[in-house]
């Protein structure tokens, strides 16, 4: 579904001159592929500052904080994990499970080689799985393990373009179409501002203070690619491989994230992508097309559109679940035409929207940078 730039429930003030949403349409289709996919929120803002509430389950997997010989008894596990009396611990690459029968601070004594496994040493760092827990039969209730949500929001930003033509140029009609000059200026900087919108949704950056704005500060639009600082992995060094590609979603696939829907990309690491299938492609000898084009990438862990996005960096890769995403207007705050006051001959106007991103669950998305660009 197109990007209207409106809320599906919101019934916009009649305050200003709507822009109707068949030219909206129109030009979102082609130029603002990404707006095209998230389609139009819900409901909109109802505030410059928008707020949402994001929860988690308790992680079943940790990091062993320093190394566990096989005769050790103890194991450490950082402070963000939740280890319970009766949990049962496998190592990750081990056959071996432990149980865990007693805990103290970060310190976890347990039974090693439980069940008749063999133990084995835990190395630093390496990840031990909680498989669950195994009550007594009879026992008491455990410790309340309810996590606590987070509060998350994000500011506004206000987005304008001004049209101003002559009497003269706005009372004639422009050859060859059945507009005049000053309708055909509204739908140039319309395709302008909706090309802004993508652009700041993609790229964008708040204030680094003061990002409510005032008088003297702008509010602006901290954008996806700015937002995504936990699942990040650097290219190192020759061309784009499957591999990195897979390996992204795997890792998003292993933070619990299983709706990864798009690659969002540029034309440059398009044709990398694209060009992961030349080299094992086949042809036949009555072909009389060369076909070199992905558009759907089927990983091990999920299938992924590959779409193209001008504003994307050339040496970037965003992996995105749009269903986590929401661009929404402020209430009454849709992109709308504003007619100005003249002071003279001539007819002027504004285009006026403000918009927020919703950017919810910064860890279920991800990004590939440090590719080649040339």
Not at 30 to 36: E, G, S
Not at 276 to 299: C, F, H, P, Q
Not at 322 to 336: D, E, H, Q, S, W
Request: hydrophobic share 40%; net charge negative.
């Amino acid at each position: 579904m197109a990007f209207t730039g409106k809320a599906t429930y919101d019934n916009m003030d009649a305050i200003y001159t709507d822009i109707t949403p068949d030219l909206i349409a129109m030009v979102a289709r082609d130029a603002t592929p990404l707006l095209d996919i998230i389609g139009d929120a819900e409901f909109p803002a109802l505030s410059t500052k928008h707020e949402w509430m994001e929860d988690s389950l308790i992680p079943n997997r940790f990091a062993n904080q320093g190394e566990a010989l096989a005769a050790d008894t103890t194991i450490v596990f950082p402070a963000s994990a939740t280890v319970l009396v009766g949990d049962i611990l496998r190592p990750e690459g081990s056959s071996e499970r432990c149980l865990v029968t007693a805990v103290d601070a970060n310190t976890a004594t347990v039974t090693r080689g439980y069940g008749g496994t063999t133990a084995a040493d835990i190395a630093d760092g390496q990840t031990i799985n909680i498989i669950g827990n195994a009550a007594l039969e009879g026992d008491d209730a455990g410790a309340n393990l309810t996590t606590s949500r987070t509060r998350k929001y994000a500011y506004s930003q206000i987005f304008t373009k001004t049209v101003k033509v002559s009497g003269t140029a706005a009372s004639v009609r422009i050859y060859g179409t059945a507009q005049d000059e000053y309708n055909y200026q509204i739908q140039l900087r319309l395709r302008e501002i909706l090309r802004d919108l993508e652009n700041t949704i993609v790229n964008g950056v708040a204030p680094a203070a003061t990002q409510q704005g005032s008088d003297s500060v702008r509010r602006s639009i901290n954008g996806i690619d700015t937002q995504i600082v936990t699942n990040v992995i650097t290219h190192e060094s020759g061309d784009l491989t499957e591999t990195e590609l897979n390996d992204m979603v795997k890792t998003l696939w292993d933070a619990g994230s299983k709706n990864i829907d798009i690659m969002l990309v540029n034309g440059i690491q398009k044709r990398a992508i694209s060009g992961l299938i030349m080299e094992t492609r086949g042809y036949y000898a009555d072909d009389t097309a060369i076909k070199n084009t992905v558009g759907v990438y089927e990983s091990d862990f999920g299938v992924v559109k590959v779409v193209l996005c001008p504003w994307v960096s050339e040496d970037e890769i965003l992996f995105l679940d749009t269903g986590r995403i929401n661009i929404l207007p402020v209430k009454g705050r849709a992109f709308n035409h504003k007619p100005l006051a003249a002071s003279g001959d001539y007819q002027m106007g504004q285009l006026v929207g403000e918009y927020v991103l919703e950017f919810k669950n910064e860890n279920a998305h991800g990004k590939i940078v440090g590719l080649p660009t040339t």
